[in-house]
């Protein structure tokens, strides 16, 4: 009986697993003019805006919006996840993806590019200007995306070990999912100090924080974007991507503090 009891405990386990996919990734194989985009957290809000622009110009297309972590929008590809457009936050999960055949090569563009700054809640006492005052013993949580799914954490990490700060603050670390949560850590003040975009600063709640230095980042934050090879929608999926790195696409892109590569 307990072993019965198991086996249908499982069941019901597996059968919630896969509602819960088909769900974030329903399949619309009978509508061609649908696709799903998997796109860095850091573009919610452009990409939001270019969706809505893009089908009001292309009657009967609906665009399907996936955010998250770039690394784990890719292993969500790798996984199998039905994805027809992938646009990261940097080069390196697009490269992983393109080594194992899952986007398609000639429709790979740098379309936007982003910076990093240091921020703090708006009413933090503590006096930090810069990296260095990162060290001082009142800082004692600073907010970063996981430098392995995120690639804000990534450059974040990259920056502190090249400022020889890494060692020293990686115990003060508090990490998050992607830039957006680094952000509502800092606004809610649950963390003394965050890194996040440029674009993600100037999303926050008025009155919750403040820049308080840009952060060099010695290897550019270059936004690419790809169609995904298995899509069986490459077409309208092709045409997305020739909309965000035309003209309307990059002036959207503009309107919310991304430099724009493809205009």
């Known amino acids: 009986m307990e072993k019965n009891k198991k086996i249908i405990y499982a069941t019901v386990a597996v059968l919630g697993i896969l509602a819960l996919v088909m769900i974030m990734f329903p399949t619309y194989e009978q509508d061609p003019n649908v696709i799903t985009v998997s796109a860095a957290a850091s573009l919610t809000e452009a990409f939001t805006d270019i969706a809505s622009q893009y089908k009001e110009e292309h009657p009967g297309a609906q665009v399907n919006l996936n955010f998250g972590g770039s690394g784990s929008l890719r292993a969500q590809i790798e996984g199998g996840a039905p994805v027809d457009v992938f646009a990261s936050a940097d080069q390196n999960q697009m490269d992983m993806l393109g080594d194992k055949n899952l986007i398609v090569n000639s429709s790979r563009k740098d379309f936007a590019q982003n910076s990093l700054v240091l921020i703090t809640p708006e009413k933090s006492t503590l006096d930090i200007t810069s990296l260095q005052d990162l060290k001082d013993p009142q800082v004692e949580k600073i907010g970063i995306g996981n430098p392995d799914t995120a690639p804000v954490g990534k450059y974040t990490r990259l920056t502190l070990t090249e400022a020889g700060l890494w060692d020293q603050l990686e115990k003060k670390v508090v990490l998050a999912e992607d830039v957006k949560q680094v952000l509502v850590y800092v ?16 999303t926050a709640t008025p009155g919750t924080i403040k820049i308080v230095a840009s952060v060099p980042v010695s290897t550019p934050v270059n936004y ?4 995904v090879s298995p899509s069986e929608h490459k077409e309208e999926a092709q045409n997305f991507v020739d909309f965000i790195t035309g003209e309307e696409g990059q002036e959207i892109l503009e309107k919310y503090g991304f430099t724009v590569l493809s205009k």
Do not use: L, N, Q
């Open 187 to 202: 606004e809610r003040g649950e963390v003394d100090a965050g890194f996040v975009y440029m674009t993600d600063a100037k």
């Open 224 to 227: 690419p974007i790809a169609v």
